[in-house]
């Protein structure tokens, strides 16, 4: 027999495991009258609320009579390739392109993929040079190379898309490739940008060592495509593979793929995403914001907030990819261009706290720029960013602005300091931005600011921009086969064709996808 139960815990008592399962029993006894001693107990489910007067943590639990309270029921093995095993290119090593390559492997396909981007090790020089020089490669970035985007910049593994397929299944894989166990209970699951680097080397060298191949500074520059079928790519304008079944995990900034897919006479449209600022705040603010205490305990993790408004011309504005404990990174991809990001890592111990505020760009203002068409949101992006580089000072330096300044109409006489390590200048931020954009931020903020007293306040520094919040681009594919409505054999996939928005999202288009390669290669139906 097995029954869940909720119960509420002081955070002070949320390592005490001994109570935690005193406390279950208790309310197992109270809520079905049953001898709670025959039971076993196991935490499925924890989340910290700071609604309330005081902050409570709120668990639920899995309680057995037979000992089998026990969640981690995946069984993950990889097993050696055959010689003879059919091949499956994925172009893109993030984690669609990852989860994709490990689903192959459990069907019996060989992947071959190929990652423009260094393997983590070495992309970590890459980064140096952005961070203390300026210097932008850009196909080794936090944008491109090994684990994609997120290896660098979090490994927040939240996710809305429950309906996708086994979120639970992707967090166990996690974990056997070194992920701490607390990512399955927790409710906004974090890894940290110090383990993932660990992590998605271990992904790699299984698919290796079960016969995958993985190669690294591989850029895909064009596609062999014959009476609308794929029949192989070419790497680094030279190289010449004969694959026929090709997985598109590319990332929402590989704009190179996306003028090489249109140059190929394959359609793709532009798609609404959102545009806007990084804030940033001593994260003390934000602990006395939502505790509520004049000094956050030991034992609460510094705080976090979700922040939502719709403005009077009926557009969200919310906060993203919010990061306690952080720091803001440029993710620019190119040397005239200034993108930026927000990470932390496990620990969430640095003296800031940061979060993208971002406002939609509808299709109303798309058509702006349909001279551009398909790449309407490409070229908007393109052009707040080179606005941003330069208003910034050059070498990745960032414009930047105190939020009551912003929302005042002002440039600010002095900065207060800042995680960003390039540097910032002071600028109006306004000059960066469309008036919709613009007009948008400054009410939400003073909408947040009435919500949350403290968090429009003289050290609230608004940094821009935050541009690649998702893909502008939609690469269009059947709904049940997966592959490219045009091109046989081709399955856009993940967060750059449009079908995700974060890791664990991407992750699960990455294995939809490989299962659709695999039920078109063995000519069967399979299931997740």
Known sequence: MHKIIEINVNPEKILDFDFIKKLALKELKRTYNFNANDFSISLLKRSLDARGKYPIYKLKILAADDNQANISIYKLDYSKLKENSPVC??????????????????????????????D?????????????????????NYCFGEGGAGTYSDGKLYTRSTKKGDVLKILNIFVKFGASKDILIDAHPHIGSNKLP???????????????????????????????????????????????????????????????????????????????????HPQYIIDEMQY??????????????WLTNQTKDNRGVYSFCMCPGGLIIPSSTKDDELVLNGMSTSRRNSPFANSGIVA???????????????????????EIER?????????????AQRAIDFVDGKVSASLP?????????SVDLSEIFPSFITDSLKESLKVFGKKKKSFLSQEALLLAPETRTSSPIKIPRNDNTFENDQIKGLYPCGEGAGYAGGIVSAALDGEACATKVAEKIFNTKLSL
């Not at 983590?120 to 080794?140: F, Q, T, Y």
């Not at 509520?292 to 305990?297: D, L, T, Y």
């Not at 299709?363 to 001279?371: A, F």
């Open 89 to 118: 290119a994925i172009i893109g090593f993030g984690p669609a392109g990852m989860f994709a390559a490990l689903r192959l492997i459990e069907l019996g396909i060989k992947p071959v993929i190929f990652e423009r981007g260094s």
């Open 120 to 140: 983590v090790r070495n992309r970590r020089k890459d980064l140096r040079n952005i961070m203390l020089e300026g210097i932008v490669n850009p196909d080794s």
């Open 198 to 280: 660990k992590i998605v080397q271990n992904i790699r060298e299984q698919i290796v060592n079960c016969g995958g191949e993985v190669r690294f500074n591989s850029k895909a520059t064009d596609l062999l495509i014959k009476e609308n079928k794929i029949i192989g790519l070419i790497i680094n304008d030279k190289e010449e593979f004969l694959i026929d079944n090709i997985i598109l995990s590319i990332g929402h900034s590989a704009r190179d793929i996306f003028y090489l897919l249109h140059k190929k006479g394959i359609k793709i449209y532009p798609k609404p995403f959102a545009i806007g600022v990084r804030i940033e």
């Open 292 to 305: 509520k205490c004049s000094k956050r305990p030991e034992y609460l993790p510094p705080a976090a907030y």
């Open 360 to 382: 939609q760009v509808n299709e109303k203002e798309l058509d702006l720029y349909n001279i551009y068409y398909p790449f309407n949101g490409v070229v908007l992006q393109e």
């Open 387 to 399: 606005k941003a580089f330069g208003l910034g000072g050059g070498k990745q330096m960032a414009p």
């Open 417 to 425: 300091k800042s995680s960003y390590v390039p540097g910032i200048n």
